[in-house]
């Protein structure tokens, strides 16, 4: 079955980095248009960055654009989330989700997503 795992979540200061890290298995990987959201508590799941399955492309939500990159390796079934900048308020639980199959669209709504991992922890201190 197919299974994303998030990891290189933590607890940082506000100004520092982080970098997450989904691999994804039991499917193909290089096809998937894949993306990250978040969610704080007590609010709706949040759209931030989403690569095309051919890499070349990508969209980011502007609360994050200029300081998050997205990134993939299809060699290694990983996309990667380079966080920079770090704010209180991007504090949340990151989510990385895959689209169906060579889909042309880079969508940012959740719905559109079929797969979903466990959500890794970013805490941002003040």
């Known amino acids: 079955q197919v299974q994303l795992v998030e990891s290189g979540g933590g607890l940082v200061q506000a100004g520092g980095s982080l970098r997450l890290s989904c691999a994804a298995s039991?499917?193909?990987?290089?096809?998937?248009?894949m993306a990250w959201f978040r969610q704080a508590p007590g609010k709706e799941r949040e759209f931030i960055a989403a690569?095309?399955?051919?890499?070349?492309?990508?969209n980011y939500a502007g609360s994050v654009k200029g300081r998050f990159t997205i990134s993939r390796d299809n060699a290694k079934n990983t996309v990667y989330l380079q966080m920079n900048s770090l704010k209180f308020e991007d504090t949340a639980v990151y989510y990385c989700?895959?689209?169906?199959?060579?889909?042309?669209?880079?969508?940012?709504?959740?719905?559109?997503?079929?797969?979903w991992g466990q959500g890794t922890q970013v805490t941002v201190s003040s």
């Open positions: 690569i095309h399955w051919t890499g070349g492309s990508t």
């Open positions: 989700a895959a689209d169906r199959p060579a889909y042309y669209v880079l969508e940012n709504r959740a719905s559109e997503y079929d797969y």
């Open positions: 039991g499917l193909t990987f290089s096809t998937y248009n």
